[in-house]
């Protein structure tokens, strides 16, 4: 079975962001003329693209795993269905959860 590529495909997101946050203060401290300041915002950009490359690897090891939050609720709800407890779709069925026949 093929590996999702949704983990991968999801943590771009936040690595777009905070690689443009990092150009950003890049920017801004070609500017600035204080060199305390200039030692700050390079820690800050330190501590960005650190958070970058664990976000990175952490969707390469959930994609590599093969595990996403969305999976996980469909194997959820699989073994429900296997139970008894959800109807199979197309069926009209309600629930058949034995707590409520007994009521």
């Known amino acids: 079975m093929a ?7 999801l943590s ?3 690595i777009v962001f905070l690689l443009s946050l990092s150009f950003f203060i ?3 401290l070609a ?3 204080t060199n305390a300041l200039k030692i700050f915002g390079y820690v800050i950009i330190a501590l960005i693209w650190l958070t970058t ?3 990175f690897g952490a969707g390469i090891s959930r994609a590599s795993k093969g595990r996403y939050p969305g999976m ?3 194997k959820a709800i699989m073994e429900h269905q296997k139970m008894g407890m959800m109807p199979e779709e197309g069926s009209g069925e309600g629930m058949n959860c034995p707590k409520m026949k007994q009521k």
């Open 53 to 55: 490359i664990l976000v």
């Open 12 to 14: 771009l997101i936040p």
């Open 3 to 9: 590996r999702p590529l949704f983990p991968i495909i």
């Open 26 to 28: 890049l920017v801004v």
């Open 72 to 74: 996980l609720m469909r």
């Open 31 to 33: 500017n600035v003329k």
